[in-house]
């Protein structure tokens, strides 16, 4: 799948560079020379950082759905709230560029990709360096063994509660079905009652 989604975004760029080709504009003002692509290349940039938002989206979700696993608890819970960060800070610039001069866009681009990488550096590793500088007892493996124990017994209770579940209603269904069906009759009376 990801090679799939790689391979859609290259295609993206490529369409973007078949369409519309690099060309420098060049305008020269008094105290500056501002150098930057042509304007109507910003629909076709603007469906590539959709995109890739998209794929930030679909990550968020699945950090969301694997947030209650141990062995993953603490990193899924971190690159859920990163990817929330990410699309935040995405969004805002996508609606920023939109209704922005094309000669400031180099200027919201890299200032999204700082507030992005501060991002991922701030969500993803801070917690980690906090526990390994000021909390070095939570940095220990039979924690960690523990708790993935803990997960392992609640699971397996869980799965014995259905179990006895879909035992009880099993039993409950046949012990109603066996008193709606009718009594078996002796031979000698359905042989009598054909005559």
């Not at 990817?83 to 610039?93: A, D, K, Q």
């Amino acid at each position: 799948m990801v090679i799939v989604m790689v391979a859609l975004e290259v295609i993206l760029i490529a369409l973007f560079l078949d369409r519309w080709p690099i060309q420098v504009n060049t305008v020269v003002e008094d105290a500056f020379v501002p150098i930057d692509c042509g304007a109507s290349a910003k629909d076709l940039h603007t469906a590539v950082l959709l995109y890739n938002w998209f794929l930030a989206l679909i990550c968020t979700v699945m950090a969301f759905r694997a947030r209650s696993l141990p062995a993953n608890f603490k990193e899924a819970r971190l690159i859920s709230f990163a990817m929330f960060t990410f699309s935040v800070i995405w969004l805002s610039f996508l609606i920023v560029f939109s209704g922005s001069i094309i000669s400031h866009f180099s200027t919201y681009l890299c200032v999204a990709i700082l507030a992005t990488a501060l991002d991922f550096v701030v969500c993803m590793f801070a917690p980690k360096i906090f526990v390994i500088l000021f909390r070095p007892e939570l940095n220990e493996v039979r924690l960690v063994r523990a708790d993935i124990y803990r997960y392992a017994v609640k699971q397996t209770k869980a799965r014995i509660r259905i179990h006895q579940m879909r035992s009880q209603r099993t039993e409950l269904m046949r012990t109603q079905l066996e008193g709606s069906l009718p009594r078996s009759q002796p031979a000698h009376i359905f042989q009598e009652s054909k005559f």
